[in-house]
């Protein structure tokens, strides 16, 4: 299971730094995605939605700086604020000493996309795969790709606001898909009672 959600975690950082380039595309599709990198970083809230190989699905809330609510398969729960966080398990909430290493590393990895700063033209090849509706909404579709081939490319549908609406990883288990809703309206993540 952690190195499934170690996987996810790259996959989900690899998604978001692409997270939002214009429908109507920019001069070029490195400008789309560096619109949609500055775009996510500006984002307060969001909602992600995870679905793994094996049917497994992970959803994700999310509020700068410091909330995060993670629900992961089997009904297990996951809050935290700021260094307090809590797990849900067999019908209870209880307080925990320290983070949970995979919830955090899907927020992670929803946030970064695994993209270590700004995409560049030296390191990425970032192509437009043209226009797409995703969950009724128009996008511009793009694969990213590493020019070393040192992971595998990550498909992305960015919407009109320059944020991510859908982002699809590959694996050795299958491809990992992240639908992405919600920004900047997430409700407030309390601490269980």
Known sequence: MTK??????????ALMSFAAAPICAQASPLGDVNQAWRTFGTVKSFHAEIKMPNNRTVSLDEI?????HVTLPQGMQMIRIGSDQWIYREGSWMKI????PQAGGIADSARGM??????????YLITSLGAAVVNGMATQHYRIARKDNSTKPIEMWIGA?????????QSDEGPTTIFYSNYNSVPDIAAPN
Request: no cysteine; net charge neutral.
């Open 161 to 169: 606001n320059h944020l991510p609406v859908e982002v699809m990883t």
């Open 114 to 123: 695994g993209i270590k700063g700004k995409p560049d033209a030296d390191t």
């Open 97 to 100: 000493p320290m983070a949970m």
């Open 64 to 68: 700068v700086p410091d909330k995060m």
């Open 4 to 13: 499934h959600f170690a996987r996810l975690t790259a996959a989900l950082a």
